[in-house]
């Protein structure tokens, strides 16, 4: 049974909440058991809470631990899911999760709730998730889970096998064997095929790939996301300043990461958070409301900059006709500037930050050329004047380049201090570029004045 849209979720709840109802608990394990993973969390959050009650209650643990392990909704839910069962229950739960799924519901939690749930953990258990709770948010060290397959340099090919056989149920991911010293420092590598296409009586170092990829306990999300997508791995290994192994961050949290930057990223670009694409539209509006003031008081300062030049504006009252065209345009390019600017700080492009900028300046040049003369020519077809051309051409020409290299400096230099470029908005940005647009054409219009009025 594949669960390919709402209706057919529904109709996997609706079978299943009558299995319980009706007593046969049996047949609702047989038919809970033949999901996928993910469809076990989706059809589990959907159960009436009723229904729940008896669930969890014929589930055994490590079924439990698969559901919540794999549900994607907010974590404040999965902590309600979890306060639905005895506070026993809910720690044996969570110790047979994987120990990064673990950790990230333990931090959803107050910290009297947390310690209780510590308290009635197997003791090597509770130091183990402290160690990972204390890791920042968003590094690979709360990212990581310590379910891995590590092995001895000098242990023989059909030994280690013997091993991923029994740690196989265990580990979250058993495409790699990390091979460690005796003080657990990471040595290699070996994948499994390697494993399985090589002699038994060989020893495990002679196979072994030393030349090791791995991240650090601190480093960004974002960055371990790269090195992942770059070497196209399944996992990559997590160690600390002495290199001893911690821990592995899997390619289904790097899929999670990306998705949270990308989320991060839109969010940026439109003021407005777009996770909550659940969110009801009164909330929805509740939440657009200050963004959408705060620019409508920008705007305003545009129009009132505009006022500033009132005087050439009845001079040559034509000059009204051309303030959208170039603030519009000059406002689509700081845009797309940002959003290029966002890309390459995203993919880790900014240690080449002057060549960047070089590359974005002579884009803007090109299109501040190409924009320039072809409303230039437009104005002159339509006017017949020559000196009102020049103006208008000339005044998007410089707009189009000033908002471009503003919207690439300002998150270049936000990049510099450490702070994510991402906060920067497409709509605040396109404000700003209104500003310095109009600052631009009425300067030059008033100063080429006399080229086109009274002719």
């Given amino acids: 049974m594949e669960l390919d849209n709402d209706q057919q979720l529904a109709n996997a709840v609706h079978d299943l909440s009558n299995l319980i109802t ?36 014929i589930m055994d643990d490590e079924t439990l631990a698969t559901v919540f392990d794999n549900l994607e909704i907010d974590p404040e839910e999965i902590v309600s899911l979890l306060q639905e069962m005895p506070m026993q229950k809910g720690a044996d739960i969570l110790v047979a999760m994987f120990a990064d799924n673990e950790a990230d ?50 242990e023989k090919i ?3 096998l013997v091993q991923v056989k029994k740690q196989a149920e265990e580990a979250e991911s058993i495409i790699y064997v990390y091979v460690v010293d005796e003080a657990h420092r990471l040595i290699g ?25 791995s991240v650090k306990a601190e480093n960004d999300q974002k960055d371990v996301a790269q090195v992942v997508a770059d070497y196209n791995f399944f996992s990559i290994p997590v160690t600390d300043d002495e290199d001893h192994l911690l821990g592995i961050v899997t390619v289904d949290d790097i899929v999670d990461v990306i998705d949270e930057e990308a989320v991060s990223d839109y969010s940026g670009m439109a003021a407005v958070d777009v996770s909550d694409t659940d969110d009801t539209a009164w909330h929805s509006a509740i939440k657009r409301i200050p963004w959408l003031l705060t620019l409508l008081v920008l705007g305003l300062a545009s129009t009132a900059l505009v006022g500033v030049f009132e005087h050439t504006i009845r001079e040559a009252p034509i000059l009204a006709a051309f303030i959208t065209i170039i603030a519009g345009t000059a406002g689509n390019a700081g845009t797309q500037s940002l959003a290029l600017a966002i890309r390459h700080f995203g993919n880790g492009q900014d240690q080449s930050g002057w060549k960047n900028l070089v590359s974005e300046f002579i884009s803007a040049v090109v ?28 005044s998007l020409a410089l707009s189009i380049l000033a908002a471009s290299l503003l919207a690439h400096l300002v998150p270049a230099a936000l990049n510099r201090l450490n702070i994510d470029p991402a906060i920067v908005n497409g709509p605040l940005v ?26």
């Fill in 189 to 213: 590598v070996v994948s499994l095929r390697d494993l399985l296409t090589h002699p038994d009586d060989m020893t495990i170092d002679s196979i072994t790939n030393t030349r090791v990829i």
């Fill in 367 to 394: 299109l501040a050329i190409i924009g320039g003369l072809v409303l230039g020519l437009v104005t002159l077809l339509w006017q017949g004047s020559n000196g009102l051309a020049i103006a208008v051409g000339l």
């Fill in 105 to 154: 519901l333990l931090q959803a939690m107050p910290a009297r709730t947390v310690s209780a749930y510590l308290a009635l953990m197997p003791a090597d258990e509770v130091k183990e998730i402290k160690q990972l709770i204390n890791y920042d948010d968003e590094t690979a060290g709360s990212l990581m889970a310590t379910e891995y397959l590590a092995v001895q340099k000098s």
């Fill in 158 to 160: 059909k030994d280690v």
């Fill in 22 to 57: 009706t007593g046969q608990d049996d047949l609702f394990m047989t038919q809970f058991t033949k999901l996928h993973d993910f469809e076990k969390a989706q059809v589990y959050a959907e159960l009436p809470s009723a229904i729940r009650e008896v669930a969890w209650r």
């Fill in 430 to 455: 396109a404000t700003v570029c209104d500003w310095a647009s109009i600052l631009i054409y009425f300067s030059i219009a008033t100063g080429m004045l006399s080229q086109f009025v009274g002719k």
